[in-house]
Structure formats: structure tokens, C-alpha cells
């Protein structure tokens, strides 16, 4: 069974530009997460999805930040403008109930660096 | 809102010798307590979990007991291998996992030969 897919694996951007991320879950997992993980720091909720449906997007800054999950399969997390603060890296992760369990799987993540 | 509280790292041990990193919480209910690893080059995998009061986790050698209690969930193993080094990440989730994860801040540990 293929893991969750990110892409890219890293990106270089200057500060201001867009960049955005993608993800594909595991098949058949209906729960999708991005989490933000900061240098030195554990990961942190940026939103979470049940197929289309954006669940909780409360630490979303949604001022430059945006994300979308069209069909409930692969989702893009975006950031326009970024900034130097958004450096980090940018996990995402899925889980099923159907599975038995609500254990969640981690892609390998995004490491973004803005200068 | 929840947090976790984890054992400052680093933390270098010679291989054989006995590991506990402690981990504390701070949560409404009765949340499910995780153990996730990440090894160099890798994405976090979950080690173990536990999903309510006194229950242990177990995998690879590593236990953690849920201790509501103390509300700890200390994570140990009775003989480090090299192999084991990798960042270690305590977490908790509401609703048996399926909401999101809180994590604390991690602790490296290195296992030297």
C-alpha cells in the first residue's frame, strides 16, 4: 500500500512569492491534516478535512494561507504572500475509521525555506 | 486548550542502557496518548498508543503505560540499540485519535556504540 505523497520534498523561495504544496493521502482515507512544524518544535494543526469538508481551520492563517480538497482525495495547501516566519516544514497526514483505527500517517513532508 | 509537556532533549546513551523520556499532559477528558518517531530522513511513524486510563502501549521494545492519575505517558525501554536514535514525540488526541494531534515539543535522543 503506497504511503502518503507530498510534493515537492523541498522548495527555496524569497519572501513575498507564492509557493504551494500538495498532497495525496493514502487510498480510501476519507481524513486529511496539514500540520506546520517549526525548527526544534513538534507539529501543529493547520487544518483538518473529512472528505471535502474543512473541519476545523482554525489555525489557518487565512490571511496568506489558503488549502482546498476538491474531490476528498489529494488536497494543495498555498501561501501568498509568504513570509520568512513560514520556513518550516509542512506535513501532511490521513486516517480512516474504516481501518479500525484512527491512527493517522505522515507523509514525508515539504521543507520550505524563505529568504 | 490540551498541550503536552515533553523531557528536554538531547539525549545520548550508550547502547544497552535503560531510556525513559517523560511526558506529561494537560487535557479535558479522556484523550488517546500517542508515541511517534521520527528517524533521520524519515516522516513521523507512530511507535505506540493508548487509548484510555492504565492501558500500555507497546512496540519494538518500547512501553508507555497511561498513567490519568499523574496524567503522564512516560515512554521507556529496558536496552537502547543504535538503531533507536531518532527524535521522539509525545502527543495526545481527543475523540480516540480522530481529531487532531497535539505534540509536544519532541526529544532527540543519540545511542552511541
Not at chain 1, 527555496?12 to 495525496?24: H, L, R, S, T, Y
Not at chain 2, 509537556?5 to 487535557?27: D, H, K, R
Request: net charge negative; proline share 5%.
Amino acid at each position: 500500500e503506497a504511503g502518503v505523497v507530498q510534493s515537492p520534498r523541498y522548495k527555496i523561495i524569497e519572501k513575498k512569492q507564492p509557493v504551494a504544496f500538495w498532497c495525496n493521502p493514502i487510498s480510501g482515507h476519507n481524513t486529511l491534516y496539514w500540520y506546520r512544524q517549526n525548527l526544534g518544535q513538534g507539529p501543529e494543526l493547520l487544518i483538518r478535512y473529512e472528505n471535502e469538508e474543512a473541519v476545523d481551520d482554525s489555525q489557518l492563517p487565512k490571511d496568506r494561507f489558503s488549502a482546498e480538497r476538491l474531490k476528498g482525495v489529494d488536497s494543495t495547501l498555498k501561501i501568498q504572500p509568504a513570509e520568512l516566519g513560514d520556513s518550516a516544514v509542512y506535513l501532511c497526514a490521513s486516517s480512516s475509521p474504516a481501518s479500525g483505527t484512527y491512527e493517522q500517517y505522515f507523509g514525508p513532508g515539504t521543507r520550505l525555506t524563505v529568504t | 486548550g490540551d498541550s503536552v509537556t515533553q523531557m528536554e532533549g538531547p539525549v545520548t546513551l550508550s547502547e544497552e542502557a535503560f531510556l525513559t523520556i517523560n511526558c506529561t499532559y494537560t487535557a479535558t477528558g479522556y484523550p488517546s496518548l500517542f508515541w511517534y518517531v521520527q528517524y533521520p530522513g524519515e516522516g513521523l511513524q507512530l511507535l505506540l498508543k493508548a487509548t484510555k486510563a492504565d492501558d500500555k502501549g507497546s512496540n519494538k521494545g518500547f512501553e508507555a503505560t497511561y498513567r490519568k492519575e499523574t496524567t503522564s505517558f512516560h515512554l521507556e525501554k529496558g536496552s537502547v540499540q543504535v538503531s533507536d536514535s531518532a527524535v521522539y514525540f509525545c502527543a495526545l488526541s481527543q475523540n480516540f485519535g480522530n481529531e487532531k494531534l497535539t505534540f509536544g515539543t519532541g526529544t532527540r535522543l543519540t545511542i552511541i556504540p
